[in-house]
C-alpha cells in the first residue's frame, strides 16, 4: 500500500521558512517523479515544483522560484521542499504525490499518488 505523509507545516511570518518532509512507504521516491502542489481556500490545486526520477531535472513554478528548493533523499524515502521568504500569498494546504510514467509532471492530472496535505499559514 502507497502512502505519502506531509509533516513539517505549520504558522510562519512572512519572510521566514519552513521546511516540509513527504516519507513515502510502498513505493521508491527515486523510481518517480515527485512534485508538490498547494491549495489555497477556494482555490484550485496549483503545481509548487517537481524532481524527476533521477533527481537530474527541476521544475518550479514561477510564484516561488527562487525562494522554494525541492530535494529528495533516497535513503530516507522522503522528498523536501525547502521554503524561503515566505509571503501570505504562500498560505495553503501543501500536497506532495507520485507519478511514474512522466519525467517532469507539472500537471496534478498526471499523478498516480497523493498525500493528505500539511497546512502552512503565513502571518503579515
Known amino acids: 500500500q502507497v502512502r505519502l505523509v506531509e509533516s513539517g507545516g505549520g504558522l510562519v511570518q512572512a519572510g521566514g521558512s519552513v521546511r516540509l518532509s513527504c516519507a513515502a512507504s510502498?513505493?521508491?521516491?527515486?523510481?518517480?517523479?515527485m512534485g508538490w502542489f498547494r491549495q489555497a481556500p477556494e482555490k484550485e490545486r496549483e503545481f509548487v515544483a517537481v524532481?524527476?526520477?533521477?533527481?537530474?531535472?527541476?521544475a518550479y513554478a514561477d510564484s516561488v522560484k527562487g525562494r522554494f528548493t525541492i530535494s529528495r533523499d533516497n535513503a530516507k524515502n522522503t522528498v523536501y521542499l525547502q521554503m524561503n521568504s515566505l509571503k501570505p500569498e504562500d498560505t495553503a494546504v501543501y500536497f506532495c504525490?507520485?507519478?511514474?510514467?512522466?519525467?517532469?509532471?507539472?500537471?496534478?492530472?498526471?499523478?498516480?499518488?497523493w498525500g493528505q496535505g500539511t497546512q502552512v499559514t503565513v502571518s503579515s
Open positions: 524532481i524527476s526520477r533521477n533527481g537530474g531535472n527541476i
Open positions: 510502498g513505493l521508491t521516491v527515486s523510481w518517480y517523479a
Open positions: 504525490a507520485a507519478d511514474q510514467d512522466t519525467i517532469l509532471p507539472t500537471t496534478s492530472q498526471a499523478y498516480d499518488y
